[in-house]
């Protein structure tokens, strides 16, 4: 069973700051990919950013400059740092893990349950 536990969200002022963690535990043999993603209401899941296990890192547009994604894969914990938080960031934001269970070779996709991100003042 594989678990991604995530925290940081909360309320935050028009050009505040955030940073969000997710941590992923169980048992599995590797985390290839882990990225941020998140929804508004009314609106489809987005990815926000997400890095391999190499480094490889991709932002959604409207985010660059603002936010930073890292991860330290001794710990299978990735996070994302946001700043300059705007109104339109508000959202549920979701941690997503592509694990290889049982083989690096074959990933799933596991889900964190999400934490709620509201900007406003």
């Known amino acids: 069973q594989v678990q991604l536990v995530e925290s940081g969200g909360g309320l935050v002022q028009p050009g505040g700051s955030l940073r969000l963690s997710c941590a992923a535990s169980?048992?599995?043999?590797?985390?290839?990919?882990m990225g941020w993603y998140r929804q508004a209401p009314g609106k489809q899941r987005e990815l926000v950013a997400a890095?391999?296990?190499?480094?490889?890192?991709n932002y959604l547009d409207s985010v660059k400059g603002r936010c930073a994604i890292s991860r330290d894969n001794a710990k299978n914990t990735v996070w994302l740092e946001m700043n300059n938080l705007k109104a339109e960031d508000t959202a549920v934001y979701y941690c997503?893990?592509?694990?290889?269970?049982?083989?690096?070779?074959?990933?799933?996709?596991?889900w964190g349950q999400g934490t709620q991100v509201t900007v406003s003042s």
């Open positions: 997503k893990a592509e694990v290889g269970v049982t083989s690096a070779l074959y990933t799933w996709d596991y």
């Open positions: 169980g048992s599995f043999v590797s985390i290839n990919e």
């Open positions: 890095i391999t296990w190499g480094g490889v890192i």
